[in-house]
């Protein structure tokens, strides 16, 4: 055991199993994976990942770059988990990951004998040849040493969901600085919400020995967190990360509601937040980066900051063995602080290695002046380090070994609007730029102001400022007495030598990597980064991109602000894709839309289809029925034979009205529509401005100045926006009003020689005979005793037909009354197919053929387009490329009358070559006619109107089908219109 | 120098001590026959075609930043030729075929890998219109193969067939399709061009065209002017902005298109699998990492950043498809400008200006385009004449009514 | 993004559907002897301004109005936003 005797804010009362590469062992509520791991003289605990090198736990926060795990098993099996932010629980089971056999003899450690060849880029100069290899012989290969961890490849069982968060100020961060503005805004009355990424409030308060107030920290903390908690308008969020800076003050942030847990129970996994904050406060902190020196990245050698946050805050040492020593290696006073913590925890110190040739000294440690670390031992964990001196080279035998480079401020946020950091001479670091996200605050460590007051004063100064810029004073709060510790450093930025040092751990970039990327001449820092893989590893370069930066300046001979800084782009740490995806996943992927018969046809058994959001009835099988063309067939049939009723509710409807309706409607159909007559219906058709037909419809009349407009099913948002745009943006001086009124009216579509029969049942006192009625009138009258509704002569199967509308939530009620009314006539529920059927058989178009590409003349309209006036497209379809395009909506037959032809198939002349060249159409829409007894297509076929009668060939290579087919006009049935009149 | 396997090897124990720059940092020359705007993919591939087949010998890149800093930079890596219209389906057939020799062509390994695509069929009237573009890939001499459910199944297990919402009935295969590294392809065209003695020059941004007479005379840079007997503009992302100054308007609206990668994993997606009934296609890098997008923001915009109700309705598409996906994460999401053209198509074509070139309004599909527009783009450069493939590409199909417009919506770029 | 709607105070970008550019509320006069000239560059130029651009976006979660926004292309910083209609009416600018 390497726990500390005391200390540490963990509950040694508590005992947490947990399970690590099969093998159990204990620790406390309060821990992370890591910290318990450590406590258990675990040090190694991964893999990298090119040259699966043995790794240690090198960080203690969501920096960490080596100590990845598979977390839980099964489904929830979860990879890449930072064991340093893994909040321990009971049970809790980890693999390590990226090996092949076990973690300690992986076999793919073999690639680290030769690394040599496989440097940086080697990948872009080799694999060339045999051609054929690549994907079957070297990318397999490679793809299965590459990646990091598994995915169970099972769904994840897991529940998400997401919501909305309003606040004047969002304070990202909850250590001295985060607590301070918190607080400050708080106290000022401000909605606030506190998101600290941590499960504990405090930041680096809970990792150093700072005291405030002459206690310790986290008593402060305490206090803190139970006066915001008191606050109404104080919403404190731990275990949440804020990983992205949006629009207008928005940011993204996820809540791990139950990651803590061995399972979710009834909450939710994790919340995706979209927080929207009038004002931000980045108190992120810093995080601390390292000096690459030879043979740096054994087990048991970490970021100094890490080495006092584990025995500060979780009672760790970092050593294996309590009789080992630590070191420290460092470039400034940092360093020092960790050499003095770990001796005051009794833990043995060997010294303090510093770059600095007059470094201070701050205790009774021994001080190596002016040194450096040029080398190490120990395969699974650090033995031993080589110090030198001047010239001066002695090993000396250690069991662990922090190292501080220095501090970066945590820009991540600040930078996600491009806005590039600027680099400051002073604390060696790139501070937040000028251009950040509007009203994000960087303050604190974030800000470059390290030291506890300064973050307490900067972070109270920061929300004072903030809530000032929306209108709120806010007071300055009493804060706790605080010092700055010292913190000077020099700008010594890698230990030259001719040995590996490694830059980027987790994907294995080195010095001599970056320097075989300047030879080859990919210097500037994205060259860099893509030819090395430098900082696109799980971490994203926390700790390594500006060591990266210094190296590459020195190369070249330039400053650092010279050399340029990355990118950085959201999220701040991995986000679980299935939070991204909120709840709105499975069934409750899209929103379903029920027509008023939904539940009505599912009771009588109705098989149904998505129709965009839709869901609508397709057929309604009928015992014996084994088969869906059966019923399909027989709907037909019963239609053509009798009636049919169908709800045709999901096409679009628009209520037009006002003294203008009539020049509107005018302008937005191809053809006339202000002569239409009072109580009548004409068939419209919609271009786009483009002059390619957009969508087509019905147009009733109901009074001078009332228009009732259809649409498809799948255009009726779009063409209610167009419509609003040309009456709003173009013509707002017409008077003309618009409703969407698709969701108010029930539409039954009745249709059938006995349909006049059927209506006539329900009608109340409406004289619909064909001749007070005909074909295409409309009006509004009652049904059923007094229930409003309005009936439209109109017909999508080429019979007698009618739509009838009734408020929707009739619609249920008017389908029983009219099955009741016609049992004795066979009145037959149909559905889509049938619909379908219906509207081929009479060679109506329907999505297949008015599909954006096609004109009105491809589908025989093209003498609606008026030329007497100007309407939306018109102008446009007068372009030679669509005015002399000879394609032309036919029907088409085969020969042989039971052999289907399949849409999609595309059309050539008898025997001629088939390529792209001799195409000369293809097929919509196909079906089986049961009325004709034979397939049946449509198809826009080159010069179609004059090839009445050939017989060509529909041709699907891709099935390997060939079918001879007869051209033949659209109309299959009743082509003079005869029964729509009757 | 060529690379190899060999040459790879003798570096390696020979402390690498030989590796030579892969290209030049050469100063612009006063003048050149040809100059191309813009060095991301296209621009480079330009360069490398007009050096390799058309022997053209005086010949510049500008870029205004680092080689391979356009959109080349950050896609989602997919190659394909399964367009339907016959104006597009021979030009991506033959970007297919100059994919499938890249590598040898210019001795780089741009990890061309056709692991295939699969097109997710949810819908009969899906399945009609995929049957419609897999016949006309195999008219053009393109490979397609229509599967059904059972057959999609043993391919790609995983997926969520029984979708409660919309579930999977098939799908439109093409074998031949598959991924390249991106930086991989820029890398491979500028080592190749610069050998063949393109001076390829970075950090000079074009600021004019000098043009007299309606003919171009070169441009002013930030590194001076160049003369040029032929300017070619290919510059991604900022179409408009460069063809303003030659006082052009285009028929190209900018937008952004955000991209995702997830943490590295284990082999987890053979190849591109693209969903039918949300915005959301996936494939996995060779380093492992989920590659997958979806629908562009749908505002103007040139700020490289999107927002995130499209990252919600991406991974809501995902986590629909393949709920196994769930406990990856994403590691970074990135945003790439879009010149979104007014049918979906692209221009490789002359302008008013005499010597004067334009190619762009290649939408969120250039990078399976780079070989050939850069083939095609030289063609037009040094012949005057348009590639055979490329002759629907004109400026003047919107005028004249020859649109190409695969989803059939009109001028409306943030629908294509 | 929010959008500032003029009547109803800011509003998630996500109720709106976007159109493009305003100027296509300048609908040519179908009856100028070079209308077919002038619709083509209606339908399909842009400007497409990197800074800053007025462009149309409906309401369609909402009250269903048609908006004018003024918005910056390179920083999406929205300087304003006015009803379609008022703007076409010229009731404001």
Known sequence: MTRLSTGGLIDRETQLRFSFNGRSYTGHPGDTLASALLANGVQLVGRSFKYHRPRGVFAAGSEEPNAMVELRSGARQEPNTR???????????????????????????????????????????????????????????????AGLGTLSMRPDPDSYDKGFLHCDLL????????????????????????????FQLGGRLLSERDSLDGAEASLWVTKMREELQSLANVRLMPRTTVFGAYDHGIYGAVERVADHLPTPGDRVRQSLWRIRAKRAILAAGAIERHIPFAENDRPGIMLAGAMRAYANRWAVTPLKNATDRVAVFTNGDDGHRTALDLMAHGVPVLGVIDTRADAPR??????????????????????AIQITQGSKAAWYSVGALGVAGGWNPNVHLASHHRGRPVWDEGVLAFLPGPNGPHGLIPVGAAAGKGGVANALADGMQGAITALGQIGLAAKPIPLPQAENTPATQEAFWHVPGRRRAWVDFQNDVTVKDIALAHKENMRSVEHLKRWTTLGMATDQGKTSNISALAVMAELTGKTIPQTGTTMFRPPYTGVSLAV????????????????????????????????????????????????????????????????????????????VQGADAGEFLNRVYANMMGTLKVGMVRYGLMLREDGHAYDDGTCARLAEDHFIVTTTTANAAGVY???????QCV??????????????????????????????????DADISNAAFPFMACRALTICGGLRARLFRISFSGELAYELAVPARYGHALMERLMEQGADLGVTPYGTEALGVLRIEKGHAAGAELNGQTTAQMLGLGRMVSAKKDSVGAIMSRREGLAGDKRRLVGLKPVTAQTPVAAGSHLFTRRAVQDMANDQGWVTSACYSPHLESYIALGFLEDGENRLGEVITAANPLEGQEVAVEVVSAHFVDPDGGRLRD | MKFSGFKVVKEALTGHAGWKPLWRDPDPQPAYDIVIVGGGGHGLATAFYLASVFREQRVAVLEKGWLGSGNIGRNTTIIRSNYLLPGNEPFYEFSMKLWESLEQETNFNSMVSQRGIINLIHTDAQRDAYRRRGNAMLLAGADARLLDREALRKLVPFLNYDNPRFPIKGGLMQARAGTARHDGVAWGYARGADQRGVD????????????????????????????????????????????????????????????????????????????????????QSDKGGLVFGGDIDGYNSYAQRGNLPVVEDVLEGGMAL????????????????????????????????????????????????????????AHLLSTDTPHPTATAYRFDRFARGYVIDEKGVGAQPNLH | MLIPHPLLGPRDAQEFIYLGDATLMHRPDATRPDAEAAFCDYVFLRHNPAGVHRELWFHEAGDRSWLVVTRNTVTHEIIGAELACDVKLGVTQ
Not at chain 1, 586 to 609: C, D
Request: aromatic share 10%; proline share 5%; glycine share 12%.
């Open chain 1, 731 to 764: 013509w707002p001086d017409l008077d003309v009003q618009l409703i969407s009124t698709t969701d108010a009216w029930a539409q039954i579509a009745v249709a059938g020689p006995k349909s006049r029969m059927l209506l006539q049942r329900v009608v109340d």
């Open chain 2, 322 to 377: 393949m709920p196994m996906i769930g406990r990856a994460r994403l590691l970074r999401s990135w945003g790439g400008v879009m010149d979104m053209s007014m049918d979906g198509s692209p221009i490789i074509d002359r302008t008013d200006i005499d010597g004067l070139y334009f190619n762009g309004g290649w939408c969120y599909g250039g990078f399976k385009a780079t070989p050939a527009s850069g083939y095609a783009f």
């Open chain 1, 362 to 383: 701050f205790g009774d440690y021994r001080l190596f002046a002016g040194a450096t670390i040029t080398g190490t031992k120990g395969r699974h964990g650090l033995t």
């Open chain 2, 200 to 283: 390829i020059i970075q950090n000079c941004e074009v600021t004019g065209f000098r043009i007299e007479n309606g003919k171009v005379l070169g441009v002013d840079t930030s590194r001076g002017f160049i003369g040029a007997a032929k300017v070619g503009v290919a510059v991604a992302g900022n179409s408009s902005r460069v063809m303003s100054m030659a006082g052009m308007r285009l028929p190209i609206e900018s937008h952004v298109l955000q991209a995702f990668v997830s943490e590295g994993l284990k082999p987890t997606i053979p190849g591109v699998i693209t969903f039918g009934a949300g915005h959301f296609y996936v494939s």
């Open chain 1, 83 to 145: 064991a340093t932010v893994a909040e321990l629980f009971d049970g809790l089971v980890a693999r390590s990951q990226n090996h092949v056999g076990s973690l300690e003899r992986d076999l793919l450690a073999i690639n680290d004998l030769f690394a040599p060849f496989l440097a940086a880029g080697f990948y872009y100069k080799t694999f060339m040849w045999p051609k054929a290899f690549w994907e079957k012989l070297y990318e397999p290969a490679i793809r299965r040493a």
């Open chain 1, 580 to 655: 991204l995806g909120g709840g709105d996943t499975g069934p409750h992927f899209r929103p379903k839309r029920l027509t008023p018969t939904h539940y009505w046809a599912s009771a009588r058994g109705a098989s149904f289809i998505e129709v965009g959001p839709w869901m609508r009835a397709q057929f309604f099988p009928q015992p014996g029925e084994t088969h869906w063309r059966h019923s399909v067939d027989r709907e037909v049939l019963a239609v053509r034979a009798g009636v049919g009723i169908c709800d045709v509710t999901t096409l679009g409807k628009i209520d």
């Open chain 1, 721 to 727: 926006r167009q419509l609003e745009f040309f009456r």
């Open chain 1, 171 to 198: 304070v990202i961060g909850a250590g001295a600085a985060g607590l301070a503005a918190a607080l400050t805004a708080g106290r000022a009355g401000a909605q606030v919400v506190l998101a600290e990424e941590d």
